[in-house]
């Protein structure tokens, strides 16, 4: 993990009353938010207080309900959705390998068709060519 970064709490008149989440940063670039929830508040709910409850800059928690994840699990299951996405994205780049092999194989078999089709006309026209030179030649 990289840098932990916390944003506390504190109370109308300025005292500190306490951690309210952590930033995480993995490895990978990914950040997670972290409650840190202490006692009996299980989770917080932040959101902007109304204007006409608080002073500006004031920020409201709700204790919510259900245990919270600890940075562990969620490091973990970051992981299983890396995991899975990369199991995904493999089985994605095979099925494109194999399309663009079949498409290869149509285009392949049209240029074969087309190149018999233009050694075709190309003999037809000596033909011609033999045939038109003769009835000049007899005229």
Same mark, same amino acid.
């Given at each position: 993990?990289?840098?932990?970064?916390?944003?506390?709490?504190?109370? *109308?008149? &300025?005292?500190?009353?306490?951690?309210?989440?952590?930033?995480?940063?993995?490895?990978?670039?990914?950040?997670?938010?972290?409650?840190?929830?202490? &006692?009996?508040?299980?989770?917080?709910?932040?959101?902007?207080?109304?204007?006409?409850?608080?002073?500006?800059?004031?920020?409201?928690?709700? *204790?919510?309900? &259900?245990?919270?994840?600890?940075?562990?699990?969620?490091?973990?299951?970051? %992981?299983?959705?890396?995991?899975?996405?990369?199991?995904?994205?493999? +089985?994605?780049?095979? +099925?494109?390998?194999?399309?663009?092999? +079949?498409?290869?194989?149509?285009?392949? %078999?049209?240029?074969?068709?087309?190149?018999?089709?233009?050694?075709?006309?190309?003999?037809?026209?000596?033909?011609?060519?033999?045939?038109?030179?003769?009835?000049?030649?007899?005229?």
């Amino acid at each position: 993990m990289q840098g932990l970064q916390t944003l506390t709490m504190t109370n *109308a008149n &300025g005292t500190p009353a306490g951690t309210i989440v952590q930033s995480i940063q993995t490895q990978d670039g990914q950040q997670f938010f972290v409650p840190t929830a202490t &006692g009996d508040v299980q989770a917080y709910q932040i959101r902007p207080a109304t204007a006409s409850s608080l002073p500006a800059g004031v920020v409201t928690c709700v *204790a919510g309900q &259900g245990s919270l994840p600890t940075p562990q699990h969620i490091i973990e299951a970051a %992981s299983r959705k890396r995991q899975q996405r990369l199991l995904n994205n493999r +089985e994605a780049a095979r +099925e494109c390998r194999r399309k663009k092999k +079949e498409y290869i194989k149509c285009l392949e %078999s049209r240029v074969a068709v087309l190149e018999n089709q233009n050694k075709t006309l190309i003999e037809e026209l000596k033909s011609l060519k033999e045939l038109y030179c003769h009835k000049a030649d007899d005229a």
